[in-house]
């Protein structure tokens, strides 16, 4: 259990499709030979049986939204059920079932509307009701991956204004509320639901079978609320737990689409080019944590110089096979308010040495916590230690267990390694970096800090809010503990009969809008 977390374990953070933002992002998109093999099929066909290898979670896979943990388990939640607001491919916001979020002035108290003549698998009309019970149900769970997103919301002041609108009052004002809804998680429920076993959703498929670490076939919904969708009659989602086992099973036929390809994997079929290797570039991330009240990293001019060790370009063409985009210390890129007029931080050892020195620490030995959990992430770890012995600085990598690794020592170490999805920048500062934080990784306690956070997400103000945001982020840039060297994609790979996918930089496999999908 994560320290502080409230019941909510790291692993959730790490499996949910957090929210993202509303400009557009950096996903990577198809090339010219792509996007003339896609104008050439422009009229999609009907039918079929969409087949799609995921990672798996064995027997705790589960079809309820609040325990839902693993990507399959967000796959089939997505398939399922709708979200009020989604993410498309490119990172920007859509309305899904919510068609507007209007502020009062003050942007504590918010009205949501919501769409009209939708219906659930079983016939009843969506509305507010639903939208209601699902986020009384999120908050009373200890579980659910997206509990941090409703803290913000009264939930008790909450009001039902007609069928199709209700009230949220806010505990403190949120300028731009929408972003919040786009985790899996927060997908809607309908009112009064328990039995997951036989779910009812709103989505664009119904449940027909499901076995635990198996799989699953769900039958297209001929009453979604999207127009002419979906495509395909039936979606079988299989549990494939071996990256090798779910390659060969797309290569041979077996399955039309597959997640998370290893990134050698990635390398040798875009050679190869007997599949199509989807590359989504976005603002996932795997950091260098230091926690700032710990020993070296109390010292501001450790953490300093620490980042300016790190040789960015190599870390990704080491630990990523040259995949994904060099950061700079700063999570978001590519979203809104990311400050991209920050000077790109480069590797400088003499700089480093001059500021360990000064700091009483040239030279150092330290622990660095990482594991396979993540891919990239021991690669990188390995690739940082090797570089930081030319300022000085003996680092041993100490590779735990997958399993546990987010379960013993995370939170408590002074230097490690950690995993984000792409989520808004306001979120993830809340969720990482202010007092009530739940994942204060860098153990970062600065009150002056969280009062301009606080007023950054009220300003309504566009200009101002960008201004504020900008001091957010340069206060971090300068004193943090993130070493953030790089973004990671999503790497998918999918057969050359499957339309309708786009590589996604906020989730696997076009964050799994599987209505769009066809079989030619």
């Known amino acids: ?107 504590n108290n918010w009205t949501i509307k919501l769409r009209k003549g939708v219906v659930w698998h079983d016939g009843k009309p969506f509305g507010a009701d639903d939208v209601m019970y699902t986020l009384r149900r999120i908050a009373a769970s200890k579980t659910n991956g997206a509990l941090p997103a409703v803290q913000p919301f009264d939930l008790k002041a909450m009001r039902k204004v ?88 797309l290569v041979s036929g077996q399955v039309d689409a597959v997640e998370q390809l290893s990134y050698a994997q990635a390398k040798q079929h875009l050679a190869q080019k007997d599949i199509r290797v989807l590359v989504g570039n976005g603002p996932q991330i795997v950091p260098i944590t230091m926690s700032a009240d710990l020993k070296p990293f109390d010292d501001v001019r450790v953490r300093q110089a620490f980042r300016l060790i790190a040789d960015r370009p190599a870390l990704i063409k080491g630990a990523q096979f040259g995949f994904g985009q060099i950061g700079n210390d700063l999570a978001g890129k590519g979203l809104k308010w990311y400050a991209s007029d920050i000077p790109q931080r480069h590797q400088d050892i003499d700089k480093a040495k001059f500021l360990l020195k000064q700091a009483g620490h040239e030279k150092l030995n330290v622990t660095l916590y990482s594991s396979t959990a993540i891919a990239g992430m021991l690669e990188s770890a390995t690739i940082f230690a090797q570089q930081a012995k030319k300022a000085g600085v003996n680092v041993q990598v100490n590779n735990g267990p997958p399993d546990t690794y987010f379960a013993s020592k995370y939170l408590k170490w002074a230097f490690g390694q950690t995993n984000w999805p792409a989520i808004p920048i306001p979120n993830w500062i809340n969720e990482s970096l202010t007092q009530k934080a739940f994942y204060n990784e860098t153990h970062w306690h600065e009150p002056s800090f969280d009062k301009l956070v606080l007023k950054a997400q009220g300003e309504q103000g566009e200009a101002k809010a960008k201004e504020l945001w900008h001091e957010v982020q ?47």
């Not at 990256?243 to 060969?248: S, V, Y």
């Open 1 to 107: 259990m994560a320290r502080g977390s409230e019941g909510l374990t790291r692993r959730h953070l790490l499996e949910r499709a957090a929210a993202a933002g509303i400009v557009v992002g950096s996903s990577g998109l198809l090339g010219a030979g792509e996007r003339a093999f896609a104008a050439s099929l422009a009229t999609p066909k009907r039918g079929g049986r969409l087949r799609v290898g995921m990672v798996g979670g064995g027997q705790s896979e589960t079809l309820d939204p609040n325990l839902a943990v693993s990507t399959i388990d967000t796959c089939r939640v997505l398939t399922l059920y709708d979200l009020l607001v989604h993410s498309k491919p490119d990172l920007r916001l859509e309305m899904r079932l919510a068609t507007a979020f209007e502020p009062n002035k003050s942007a």
């Open 474 to 520: 340069k206060t971090l840039w300068d004193k943090g503990g993130y070493l953030i060297w790089g973004f990671t994609p999503f790497l998918d790979g999918v057969s050359k009969k499957l339309n309708g996918v786009q590589p996604s930089g906020f989730f696997a496999l076009g964050n799994f809008d599987f209505q769009h999908f066809w079989l030619s």
């Open 162 to 249: 007609n069928p199709h609108e209700l009230e949220l009052p806010l505990h403190y004002p949120i300028a731009d509320l929408a972003p919040s809804f786009v985790f899996y998680p927060l997908v809607i429920v309908q009112d009064g639901a328990k039995n997951f076993k036989q779910p009812v959703g709103t989505g664009a498929f119904m449940a027909d079978k499901f076995k635990p670490g198996q799989g699953s076939l769900f039958k297209r919904n001929p009453h979604y609320w999207m127009h002419g969708l979906p495509y395909v009659d039936e979606v079988e989602i299989q549990s494939i737990p071996d990256p090798q086992a779910r390659l060969d099973a």
